[in-house]
Each structure stands twice: as structure tokens, then as C-alpha cells.
């Protein structure tokens, strides 16, 4: 299989549960409503939805932060058939979960249906488990994997788009093609509050995703529970920068001096720190999935010359490195991270 831009394998049968971990409250028995375009609605019992034609799709799945697992096999029916007659080619349609934030995502009606987007209860042969959407979740293969809802409960139809949860609060991309690298929307940042809080150096609590710091001496910076979403600080100084419980996922840290920052409790999901300075820091707590310690050339080689530079100061828990990819570990071969 042919990766999509920058993503990279994640080790056989390894399926992080990302977002949301459990549904919200509701009946024991679970039921699926489909409000077509005039706001008429249907629901399905689980049994009706069984009743349909079974379908089993072998389906890629890639993370927007960067992890891809090929080959996922999906069992359950095809959105087609449970929308008969309403699966016209106009409008949209929302998948809204069961869920304390009433989580939901979109898709133009048109595109879900070309995609055979499958209402799914099975993964790999075994009822859907409960995090990772059971008892059922839409797949939407060909996009990245935020447009596959979790504890699907409500379809609904609509004349006109409704963003969903990630793209409405995240800047999550709207059309989210991998082949494209849909991630992210472009950030809105103004460029002269940018240049104050890069000469303050304090990004504290605050929403700056996408913001391009590269180059800048940034080192003692405080980031503390920032948001910086995939923000640019490529070849920065960042020595004994402080970005504990902040939000860097797919962040650009390439050669970047990192020398006793700490990330202890951070999301780096997708964040790339290639060639960059480690020595001292602290990673305790972080979430590392997708994250790039070393770049790999076409062929999935480690590029031994841009591995960060890590050594026994650098801090990890053991547990997270499981975390990596299994290129990404394979990097550090003998270097033993310090037990704490
Ligand atoms: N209800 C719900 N569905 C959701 C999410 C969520 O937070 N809530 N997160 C999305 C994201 S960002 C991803 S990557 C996948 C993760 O699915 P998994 O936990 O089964 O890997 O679910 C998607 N569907
Ligand atoms: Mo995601």
C-alpha cells in the first residue's frame, strides 16, 4: 500500500483510541435515527439494521496525526442502504454520536455515498469495542479518520453544511483527503499579536495554532497548556522552554534546540522533531503517537544523519515509546532512554 503524505505505519494490530473514550448516557438499546432533507425521521432498531445486506470492507485508516493502519477489516452495511430513497447526490450529511459534547462530524451527501461509507459494528471479525465507537460507528474510507463518528446515533440530512465538533473548535479540515494533506485549516492569527507574543516569549494558555515562529529565539519560552496545533518553530531556540500539558500536535520542531525543554503531559501526536536537540528534556506524560523523531526516506529508512539527538538525559516514560512507530524506534536502537 502507498502511504499518503507524511504519514507513517503503526505497528501491526495497533489502534489508539483517539478523542472521545466512552459514549454518553442513553437507552440500553441502541437505535440509529435518519432525519432526511424535510425533517422527517426514521429509527432503526440494531436488529432492522442487521436485517440489511452485510457488507465486510478492508479499509486503511489514517490519523490526521500522522498514523496510518492499512488492511482494517470493517464489518456492518453500506450508508447506501440504510438510506434508500434519501440517498439523493445533493446536501450534506451530518453523523451526530452519543455524546457529552454532542459530537459530530459532515460530509457532502454526494461524497459519503461515492466513498461506500459503511455503518460499522465489527472490526476485524470482533464486536466494535465500546472506545472505539461500539456499538457502531460510521467509516468513511479515504478520509482522515476524524470523519469516522464514533457511537453513531442520529444521521441527519441537510441543505447546508453544518460543521462538525473537530472542524468547528479545531480548525480541523473540512474536506480531510489524505492523499492531499487536508489536516488543518490555515491559522487566522494576526501577524502583529504573533510578533508581540514571539517578543514576550509567553504563549501561555493561549490559542496560537498554526503559528510560524521559525527561526526565532524562543529559548526559556513559556507555552504552558498552549495550543500550538501545527505551529512552525523549525529551527528555533527553545533551550529550557516550558511546554507542559500544551496542545503540539503535528507541530514542526525540526532542528530545533530543545536542550532541557520539558513536555511533560503534552499532546506531540504528529509532531516532528527531526534533527532536533533533546538532550536534557523531558517527554514524561506526553502522547507520542505519530510523532517523528528521525525522517524516513521513500523506501521507510531512517535517516540516521536527521535523528533527533537524544541521549541518556533525555526523559521518557518507557511505556509511551510503545507509542512510537516502529521506525520511529527503531531510530534510537541502543540508547537507552532514563528510568525514572
Ligand atoms: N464521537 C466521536 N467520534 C470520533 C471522535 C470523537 O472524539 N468522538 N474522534 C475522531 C478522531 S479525531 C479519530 S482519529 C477517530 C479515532 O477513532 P479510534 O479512537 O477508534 O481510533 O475517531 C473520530 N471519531
Ligand atoms: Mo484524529
Not at 501491526?12 to 437507552?27: D, F, H, Q, S
Not at 422527517?40 to 485508516?61: C, G, M, P, Q
Not at 482522515?144 to 480548525?171: C, M
Request: charged residues 25%; hydrophobic residues 45%.
Amino acid at each position: 500500500m502507498l502511504l499518503p503524505p507524511s504519514q507513517q505505519l503503526a505497528a501491526p494490530g495497533k489502534w489508539p483510541v483517539v478523542g472521545e473514550r466512552a459514549p454518553g448516557p442513553g437507552p440500553q438499546a441502541w437505535t440509529l435515527t435518519v432525519v432526511n432533507a424535510g425533517g422527517h425521521a426514521r429509527t432503526w432498531s440494531f436488529e432492522a439494521l442487521r436485517s440489511l445486506r452485510y457488507v465486510r470492507r478492508k479499509i486503511d485508516i489514517h490519523c490526521v496525526t500522522r498514523w496510518s493502519q492499512p488492511g482494517m477489516e470493517f464489518g456492518g452495511v453500506l450508508l447506501r442502504a440504510v438510506l434508500g430513497d434519501a440517498a439523493t447526490s445533493t446536501g450534506f450529511i451530518s453523523f451526530v454520536a452519543r455524546s457529552e459534547r454532542g459530537h459530530s462530524t459532515s460530509l457532502p451527501l454526494a461524497e459519503a455515498l461515492a466513498l461506500d461509507t459503511l455503518l460499522a459494528w465489527e472490526a476485524n471479525g470482533e464486536p466494535l469495542a465500546t472506545p472505539h465507537g461500539g456499538p457502531l460507528r460510521a467509516i468513511v474510507p479515504g478520509r482522515y479518520f476524524y470523519k469516522s463518528l464514533k457511537w453513531l446515533e442520529r444521521i441527519e440530512l441537510l441543505a447546508e453544511d453544518r460543521l462538525g465538533y473537530w472542524e468547528a473548535t479545531a480548525g480541523y479540515h473540512n474536506h480531510a483527503d489524505p492523499a492531499l494533506e487536508q489536516r488543518y485549516l490555515a491559522s487566522t492569527l494576526d501577524r502583529h499579536e504573533a510578533a508581540r507574543l514571539l517578543a514576550v516569549r509567553d504563549f501561555s494558555g493561549r490559542d496560537l495554532r498554526g503559528i510560524d515562529a521559525h527561526g526565532h529565539d524562543l529559548a526559556g519560552l513559556n507555552a504552558r497548556g498552549a495550543v500550538l496545533r501545527d505551529a512552525d518553530f523549525r529551527g528555533c531556540r527553545l533551550d529550557g522552554a516550558c511546554f507542559d500539558g500544551a496542545n503540539l500536535s503535528n507541530a514542526r520542531l525540526a532542528g530545533a534546540s530543545l536542550r532541557g525543554a520539558s513536555f511533560q503531559n503534552a499532546d506531540l501526536e504528529g509532531a516532528d522533531f527531526s534533527a532536533a536537540d533533546v538532550r536534557g528534556a523531558d517527554f514524561r506524560g506526553a502522547s507520542l503517537f505519530g510523532a517523528t523523531f528521525a525522517p524516513l526516506d521513500a523506501e521507510g529508512r531512517i535517516d540516521l544523519a536527521l535523528r533527533a539527538q537524544w541521549d541518556a538525559s533525555t526523559r521518557f516514560d518507557l511505556a509511551r515509546l510503545a507509542d512510537l512507530m516502529p521506525a520511529q524506534r527503531a531510530a534510537f536502537g541502543a540508547i537507552e532512554p532514563r528510568r525514572d
